[in-house]
């Protein structure tokens, strides 16, 4: 062990008894979860097998609401979205479109932006909170006992090592090691066996901004990188070939071609790829002091852009959590939470972009007549647009609450304008937001809490976690009710 690693060892609590959390995996989830840890006051190492310098392939292009605000919550993401355009309507297959611009959000739209513009400021943000980053180190086993977690390390040189904290995450790709390491299976299937993915040039560019298109056998996506370079996303269903098969403009092309009738004058590429697409979930995110969160836990279709977005509210509904676990603030058992809260929505999101990618390639009369059905049920029946839009922009997502709980309890805590600003500001320390209604006298302060007034006129307190959630809600509580709900959220003062 290098000095450094020494150092950092000492840090992290030393071998007995380690302390902080190690990341395995620096993709959108993983430095998320790393920055939110930091931020915590967590010591975080993060584990990367890629070398310095080496991006990520970009694969997402779709940044939903629901993301964006969480992004919101972390002073993120008005910059985000100054990278990138924003598209006010989403359109999931030939019938069916979504109108984003009644979300009740401050961020009425997909945004369009690359991946790397989400890892970089993640990444940026992370860094400064502290969090130390080794790359060119590829995690290979994982053993855990009552005090800790070690990890198996390769350095890029072939050199073993071992790496040991307190907790571990596994935010580690589809073909996550962790997740191997913990003998976990990863049920599921291929839903696409051969998509192409091309960085091109265009001569005729699509006059939208995201355009997809698809016929019984084949499917085309196009969106911009911003910079003049195009990514092409297709599929032909009766050419499906193994992804290590070379892949020629000409297959792109064509494919284009039969899929938005015009191939929009693909030039040079800089880029081509082939790959296949599963869905598939791993049955608990939870192995005692190791987790697992974003792809890793959960793979499907791109249909429906979701997967990164899915990774990002994973790392942001953990964070907190073993931030105080971690922290010693908290009792192991919030930590199960994350799997109750979690899972159930991987799980959705399956079913959700499974269903969009199936109706999309429907073939046959029936398949076709029931695709039919659905845009009509969603485009005629409000409670059924208003589900999907918020299934598909995560505006919707709401976690289970307890018997008896107040209505708002589990549910997004909406953006509410403040005295001291917007929640989502006040949501920046990281911390609970104790939300009191105007003309209430204020309650002794708590250090468990941001405390604010909400000013849109509401009359319910709310106690708000630092995901965006509501903990606890009541319509005229005094101080000792709202002392006892942070107590039970947020531990003795
Ligand atoms: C074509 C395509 C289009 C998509 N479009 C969208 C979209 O529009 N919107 C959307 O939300 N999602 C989209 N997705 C999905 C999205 O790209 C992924 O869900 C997202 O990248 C997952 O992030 P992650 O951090 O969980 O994992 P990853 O991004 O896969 O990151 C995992 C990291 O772990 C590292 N790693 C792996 N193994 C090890 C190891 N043993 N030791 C150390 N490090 C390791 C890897 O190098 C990598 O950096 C798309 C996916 C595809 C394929």
């Known amino acids: 062990m290098n000095t450094e690693n020494r150092n950092h060892a000492a840090r992290l609590g030393g071998k007995d008894r380690p302390a902080g959390v190690l990341v395995v995996g620096a993709g959108p989830t993983g430095l998320l979860l790393a920055g939110d840890l930091a931020a915590g006051g967590v010591p975080v190492t ?88 080794e790359h060119g180190t590829e995690v290979l086993a994982v053993r855990q006992d009552d005090a800790g977690v070690t990890l198996d390390v390769r350095a890029a040189d072939g050199t073993l090592a071992t790496r040991r904290a307190a907790y571990a ?181 399956l079913r959700s972009s499974g269903g969009i990618i199936r109706l999309a390639m429907a073939r046959n009369a029936l398949q076709r007549a029931f695709r039919d059905l659905v845009s009509l049920a969603v485009g005629h029946l409000p409670p059924l647009r208003r589900r999907a839009l918020g299934a598909v922009t995560g505006i919707g997502i709401a976690y289970p609450a307890p018997r008896g709980a107040h209505p708002l309890t589990g549910g997004r805590a909406p953006d509410l304008p403040l005295r001291e600003g917007r929640l989502y500001e006040a949501l920046r320390a990281g911390r609970f937001v104790l939300v009191t209604p105007e003309g209430r006298a204020d309650g002794p302060a708590d250090p468990r809490a941001v405390h604010v007034t909400r000013t849109d006129g509401g009359r319910t307190t709310l106690l708000v976690r630092p995901d965006g959630y509501v903990a606890w809600a009541a319509e005229g509580a005094d101080d000792g009710v709202r002392a006892a709900a942070l107590t039970a959220w947020a531990g003795e003062a």
């Not at 309507?89 to 989400?118: A, H, K, N």
């Not at 084949?218 to 009766?238: E, I, N």
């Not at 793979?299 to 990002?312: D, E, I, K, Y």
């Open 169 to 349: 995450v596994g935010t580690d790709g589809h073909r996550s090691a962790v997740r191997t390491a913990l003998g976990l299976p990863f049920p599921g299937r291929s839903v696409i066996r051969s998509i192409v993915l091309a960085d091109v040039r265009l001569a005729e560019p699509p006059p939208e901004l995201l355009t997809v298109g698809g016929t019984g056998d084949a499917f085309a996506f196009v969106a911009p990188f911003g910079d003049g370079w195009y990514r092409v996303m297709c599929w032909d269903r009766t050419g499906e070939r193994p992804d290590g098969d070379p892949v020629g403009l000409d297959e792109v092309r064509d494919i284009t071609r039969r899929a938005l009738g015009t191939d929009l004058g693909i030039g040079e590429a800089r880029w081509l790829s082939r790959f296949h697409s599963d869905e598939r979930q791993v049955p608990v995110y939870r192995a005692g002091r190791v987790l697992l969160a974003g792809d890793a836990a959960h793979v499907h279709s791109p249909a429906g852009g979701q997967g990164m977005n899915t990774g990002l509210q994973d790392a942001a509904n953990l964070g907190w959590k073993l931030a105080a676990v971690a922290r010693g603030r908290a009792c192991d058992a919030l930590l199960d939470t994350y799997q109750a809260e979690r899972h159930p929505v991987g799980a959705m999101v």
């Open 46 to 133: 993060v584990l990367e097998r890629r070398a310095p310098g080496h991006g990520n392939l970009s694969r997402a292009f779709g940044v939903h609401a629901r993301t964006l605000e969480l992004l919101d919550a972390r002073g993120l993401a008005d910059e985000l979205v100054a990278t990138g355009h924003r598209l006010r309507g989403l359109r999931l297959f030939r019938r069916l479109s979504l109108d984003l611009t009644d979300l009740p959000s401050r961020f009425p739209y997909l945004l369009i932006t690359p991946q790397y513009e989400v890892e970089r400021l993640l990444e940026r943000r992370a860094r400064a909170a502290g969090v130390r980053f």
